[in-house]
């Protein structure tokens, strides 16, 4: 298979449904060998099959993005296969429950932060180096509207996510003049995700685009090449 990625390697995380998923086959359609992560195994054979089945290379990696040592054991076992990473993918998050500031569940609050945020920094942390020793290593994070307007109920998720666009716009600048990666934040929008029907359970997701358009964008936006620090915001 040839095209936009051809020869390059790809990592995205929450890659077992929805966005992740997507942006995996749409990256595999391109070319690129992609490695994919989730906790659930399943999903991700089925993601694997449809990226063989459409002409594609994968890799699964079933781990728990919460347990340190899986990310280091993941960056150890891409370096001995590939020197540099091209693409990484930043799309694992939880939810949470959606609840008042004052109600929010201390334990369950910590669970989400050490996923939402604490995971991205190390993923970030183990993978710097080969995506650095790629010609044109990019770094896409995967956002949410209500990082930066917040939203009665969503303040756990929402600070969150607020937080991880601070990290990687951190990371942006402090990689600004290197030649690489290139890092950028990805605002989805409306998008028919089981997360999304769990924060609104008596929404039409007919009414809202499917996956495909967002992992549509991240390839139109990687082929226009991304300046570093871009917020790519999906409508429609």
């Not at 930066?148 to 109920?153: G, Q, V």
């Not at 226009?224 to 620090?229: D, F």
């Amino acid at each position: 298979m040839s095209g936009l990625l051809e020869g390059q390697v790809a990592l995205v995380t929450g890659a077992s449904r929805g966005i992740g998923a997507a942006t995996a086959e749409a990256l595999a359609l391109e070319g690129a060998h992609v490695v994919i992560t989730a906790r659930t195994a399943a999903g991700l054979e089925e993601v694997e099959e449809r990226i063989h089945a459409d002409g594609g290379s994968a890799t699964i990696a079933p781990l728990d993005l919460t347990d340190g040592e899986s990310i280091g054991k993941l960056a150890a076992a891409m370096a001995e296969r590939w020197n540099a990473l091209d693409v990484m993918v930043l799309n694992a998050a939880m939810l949470g429950t959606l609840t008042p500031v004052p109600h929010i569940d201390g334990k369950e609050f910590s669970k989400l932060l050490t996923l939402n945020l604490l995971a991205q920094q190390a993923l970030i942390a183990a993978f710097d180096g080969m995506l650095r020793n790629s010609p044109n290593g990019r770094l896409l994070a995967v956002t949410s509207s209500v990082g930066r307007s917040p939203r009665a109920y969503w303040g756990a998720y929402g600070a969150s996510k607020v937080a991880l666009e601070t990290l990687v716009l951190s990371y942006a600048d402090e990689t600004r003049n290197f030649p690489s990666p290139k890092v950028a934040i990805v605002d989805p929008g409306s998008t028919a995700t089981a997360m999304r029907a769990r924060a609104f359970p008596g929404e039409d997701q007919a009414t809202l685009k499917p996956p495909g358009v967002v992992a549509d964008a991240i390839v139109e936006l990687l082929r226009n090449g991304l300046e570093t620090g871009h917020r790519l915001e999906v409508r429609g």
